[in-house]
């Protein structure tokens, strides 16, 4: 049985589209969804389209894409603008890759403070204790080693 996407209360609409009705009232506030009319004396109601646009927000999110950008998207969405949504993405994708950069680095220096840790031996004072104390670790991470 194919389940109707229309004239669904807002309650129904967020479960449609996977999200809490906060969700969708915060998308409002940000310009992101638009809010239906409310009829005199009725609820709003919303549709597919709606449901469609919710689950295209979430998806770029989860790409790692700010609210503001998902604007940005959101105005490309006819799928005429491609160079333009493809240097949104091309953007992300640096961002993404300084991130990994710096994650690898945070992991290094935290596994060698881990073994270091462990090789401690009677009274020595705690080396992550003390890295942190003497700012060493954000050196380390920052590449200033």
Known sequence: ME??????TIGAFA??????VETI?????????REPDKPYGGIR???????????????????????DEVAELLHLEDGAHCDEASSLAQRKLSDVREKMGDLARMEAVLSE????????VGSVSCPLIGSLQNGE???????EQ
């Open 137 to 143: 670790i954000a050196a380390a991470c920052d590449g």
């Open 113 to 120: 403070l881990v073994c270091a840790c462990r090789a401690r």
């Open 15 to 20: 479960k449609a589209a996977g999200v809490n």
């Open 25 to 33: 009232r915060f998308y409002q506030r940000k310009g992101l969804l």
């Open 3 to 8: 389940s109707k996407l229309e004239d669904l």
């Open 45 to 67: 109601r919303y549709g597919e389209a709606d449901v469609t646009r919710v689950r295209f927000i979430k998806s770029a999110q989860r790409l790692g894409f700010s609210l």
